[in-house]
């Protein structure tokens, strides 16, 4: 059975690298964070309806993503992970933290859409400025980082932190998808 496999953590954390690494290691694909396309287009100034729109084209593009793999990939794909570069989670932890409510939609697909693990970027990376990054303070970065860390502690799938440098948080990773296929 394909896993999917989700990395999380706050801005400016790795998850993108970790997720283009990973789906290269395993020879496998990953779903972008959509976000990034939608502000891109929209403007970096949010409202809580587009972090629904956020939520709904991420999970619609996820979706897309995986069917279009397993289409491809018509042997078995039974130990071929696909990772997911943010999910509900990410938009819940924004939601609550930027405007403190969630849309129910949000909360409902947190518990309807089952992943096989979550991979948690520590912010312990230097910060990077980028023009959709909203908080380089390591204050609210560790705040960030805690509220994603407690989403995780309080649902049922296996979660790993990742952390360090060069090349350790693909080291890390690597080997945490290595235990579910054990």
Same mark, same amino acid.
């Given at each position: 059975m394909l896993k999917k496999i989700v990395i999380l953590g706050p801005e400016s954390t790795g998850k993108?690298? %970790?997720? +283009? +690494?990973? +789906?290269?290691h395993f020879g496998t694909t990953w779903v972008p964070e959509y976000a990034r396309e939608h502000l891109t287009e929209q403007g970096s100034a949010y409202t809580e309806e587009d972090l629904l729109v956020i939520a709904q084209k991420q999970i619609e593009q996820e979706d897309q993503l995986i069917q279009q793999w397993q289409q491809e990939k018509k042997e =078995? #794909?039974?130990r071929q992970p696909i990772f997911v570069d943010t999910d509900l989670y990410v938009m819940k932890v924004w939601s609550e933290f930027v405007f403190n =409510?969630? /849309?129910?939609f949000i909360l409902n697909g947190i518990v309807h859409r089952p992943y096989d693990m979550y991979l948690l970027c520590k912010p312990d990376l230097p910060w990077e400025k &980028? +023009? %959709?990054?909203?908080?380089?303070? *390591? #204050?609210?970065r &560790?705040? %960030?980082? /805690? /509220?994603? @860390? &407690? !989403? %995780?502690?309080? *649902? !049922?799938?296996?979660? @790993?932190e990742i952390g360090g440098l060069n090349g350790q948080r693909l080291e890390q990773a690597v080997e945490a998808v290595h235990t579910l296929f054990k």
């Open positions: 993108t690298t %970790l997720c +283009a +690494a990973l +789906a290269n =078995s #794909i039974s =409510s969630c /849309h129910p &980028d +023009a %959709l990054r909203e908080y380089p303070d *390591q #204050i609210t &560790d705040r %960030l980082y /805690h /509220h994603y @860390k &407690d !989403a %995780l502690m309080n *649902q !049922a799938y296996p979660w @790993k």
